[in-house]
């Protein structure tokens, strides 16, 4: 239990035990906030609300820091994660104690990214990374509740999506200079799989014979060059099927090779790696193929994704396709391509009133 003694000093010191056994103490002026003091402590060890107040007055960089050490994801998370740290977090909030981050810090933070024009995009990832430490922080006994965790951000425009034709994705496959990068960029937007799925696909995960692939792995390139396999971005595996003339196009690129060797490889051999090959093939093809130069490989996946869409796909079966965490991402993403359900409903109204 907690106690209360008074210091030769006259103050009021609170002596007591966390819930491992460690003794802390708290010294007030007055009494009455001391006895205050000492109920609020037994009533959060009693709740299991009881938080260290040394990890508490450690700040946001300090958490930070422990944070990334503890990171298992794929090296360019993990780079796109440093940079938000580095560029935007540290600076503005990193000698913050985190007990005493609250919300309104946390909006004038984001008040300043968009202040400085950065996109929709930047303001997501860094308030992303600062739930996460946040989060870490809470995990570590250190915040009772995440300043981050429910910010509401006033949304603006994300960076548009290019949604191609069939017409299109073939002048930019034909601009490749590359037979075998045509067909990474027809099997991209006949796929819809992320990058790094596709760079890191192995002939073993590929069974023309029953038109399927199996997505299990990603490749992922750090800053220093280092290229890492690890799961995929939401840590699962999934099957996507494979149109016959894209089983066609495969056939001749995996005849006679190992299943531990990549489909697609550089053109010196070795996987492909995305930052030279969207810099040296992809980025000139579309410029040669008279698209909008804004066009990114990652359209290849929207494009798919419109095509799933227009083709009556429920958007159960596309977030499959695409390997999204939950539905709610996909609607999320491409709810505006869905058509509206509104008119079904009161159609199937109106004809149980014409049944009657």
């Known amino acids: 239990m907690a106690s209360v003694r008074t210091t030769p000093q006259g103050t009021f010191q609170v002596l007591y035990r966390d819930p491992i ?102 303001v997501d990832g860094c308030v992303k990374v600062l739930r996460l430490v946040l989060g870490f922080a809470m995990d570590g006994g250190a915040v009772k509740v995440k300043a981050a965790a429910h910010l509401k951000l006033d949304r603006q425009q994300r960076q548009e999506m290019h949604f191609l034709c069939e017409s299109e994705v073939l ?49 992922g390139e750090a800053r220093d060059g280092t290229l890492r396999i690890g799961p995929t971005k939401t840590y699962q595996r999934r099957t996507v099927l494979l149109t016959s003339f894209l089983v066609d196009r495969l056939d001749p690129i995996v005849a006679g090779r190992a299943g531990e060797d990549f489909v697609f490889t550089a053109p010196g051999g070795g996987p492909v790696r995305h930052h030279n090959f969207y810099a040296r093939f992809f980025k000139p093809g579309v410029k040669a193929a008279g698209l909008d130069e804004s066009v990114r490989f990652h359209d290849l996946r929207h494009t798919c994704a419109a095509w799933l869409v227009d083709s009556g796909a429920h958007v159960r079966a596309v977030m499959e396709w695409l390997g999204h965490s939950s ?30």
């Open 21 to 122: 056994g460690r003794q802390h103490s708290k010294t007030f002026k007055r009494k009455t906030d001391a006895n205050r003091y000492r109920s609020t402590v037994e009533t959060d060890k009693l709740r299991g609300d009881w938080l260290d107040p040394r990890l508490a007055r450690l700040t946001v960089a300090e958490w930070a820091e422990r944070w990334f050490d503890t990171m298992t994801q794929a090296p360019k998370t993990q780079e796109v994660y440093e940079g938000h740290l580095r560029n935007w977090v540290i600076p503005m909030l990193g000698t913050v104690a985190v007990a005493n981050l609250d919300k309104a810090m946390v909006r004038e933070f984001v008040s300043e990214i968009r202040a400085q024009g950065r996109s929709q995009g930047t």
């Open 171 to 219: 002048q930019v496959a034909g601009a490749m200079r590359s037979p075998l990068y045509e067909n990474l960029v027809l099997f991209a937007a006949w796929t819809g799989m992320r990058a790094g799925e596709i760079e890191a696909l192995k002939i073993k995960l590929l069974n023309l014979d029953t038109a399927r692939v199996e997505v299990a792995e990603n490749l």
């Open 327 to 356: 539905p709610s991402v996909t609607l999320g993403t491409y709810g505006h391509l869905f058509p509206s359900l509104t008119e079904k409903l009161v159609d199937g109204l109106q004809a149980r009133w014409e049944n009657l």
